[in-house]
């Protein structure tokens, strides 16, 4: 069965800023998340961008999406890309 984008959004859903306390999904901090199947498993790639350019908390907020989303079942490769445009 094929990862979905639901599965990947369900998967970061409990990660939140830790300055304001709620869910980087829902303060809509997730841009888009692109699923290419591989022939090993799939390969993962998420935009996201943060509350502020300059964010204090942002690879430890990278890193927490990124550990979720390889935590996947069948996730070959995960990929973070951090954007600000459009800004938050």
């Known amino acids: 069965m094929a990862l979905t984008e639901q599965q990947v959004m ?7 800023d830790p300055e304001l306390h709620l869910g980087i999904v829902d303060l809509g901090l997730i841009y888009g998340v692109d699923i290419t199947p591989q022939p090993d498993g799939e390969e993962v790639k998420l935009q996201m961008t943060f509350t502020s350019p300059f964010c204090p ?3 430890q907020l990278k890193s927490q999406v990124h550990r979720a989303i390889a935590a996947l079942p069948d996730v070959k490769s995960a990929v ?3 954007v600000f445009t459009p800004p938050w």
């Open 10 to 16: 369900d998967a970061i859903k409990p990660i939140e």
């Open 57 to 59: 908390y942002g690879p």
């Open 80 to 82: 973070v890309n951090i």
